[in-house]
């Protein structure tokens, strides 16, 4: 999974939380403007090519950002982006 800042402000994800389908994975990572970094996904959370909603969670546990793909979307060898 890739994370990108689109904003102007350096943004510290430290301790926020990726979660799909109930499953989290802690995040350890800071972007600064402009900037992408790879996630990678541990065991815990599955991306499948059949559909899911991601979620962003900060560190008091709120749900800042959220996504979410359909089947439709799911191409082989192409990655999905939003």
């Given at each position: 999974?890739?994370?990108?800042n ?14 799909v ?7 350890n990572?800071?972007?600064?403007p402009?900037q ?16 899911a ?6 560190k008091q ?6 996504v979410?793909y ?5 191409k ?7």
């Amino acid at each position: 999974m890739k994370l990108k800042n689109t904003s102007a402000a350096n943004i510290d994800l430290n301790g926020w939380s990726i979660e799909v389908k109930g499953k989290k994975q802690i995040l350890n990572v800071a972007l600064s403007p402009g900037q992408t970094k790879t996630i990678n996904i541990n065991g815990q959370v599955k991306l499948t090519n059949t559909g899911a909603t991601i979620n962003l969670i900060d560190k008091q546990q709120h749900i800042v950002d959220s996504v979410t793909y359909k089947k439709s979307n799911v191409k082989t060898g192409v990655p999905v982006e939003f």
